[in-house]
């Protein structure tokens, strides 16, 4: 199931999406003021509520990318061996 911040996240990004109906775009921004405090949510970044394996997963696949910057490949590489 998805968490309040998932679910607000898809409100919004509904609200920037050019493809969809100015109706779509009413009933989110409704939703977001009626159900989720205009939006203002918890990140859904907390990591308590997270798989360590899916975790891990997507740090080894920045790894890989060829199109991740070294930076970001860095900073994977280091929150691997934090785990």
Request: net charge negative.
């Amino acid at each position: 199931m998805p968490s309040d911040a998932q679910v607000a996240g898809g409100h919004k990004a509904n609200l920037n999406n050019p493809n969809t109906s100015e109706e779509s775009k009413e009933n989110s921004r409704k939703i977001l003021e009626n159900e989720f405090n205009g939006g203002d949510v918890p990140k859904a970044s907390d990591n308590k509520d997270k798989n360590p394996g899916n975790v891990a997963g997507g740090l080894k696949a920045t790894l890989k990318n060829p199109n991740v910057s070294e930076e970001a490949k860095e900073s994977a590489r280091e929150r691997l061996d934090q785990m």
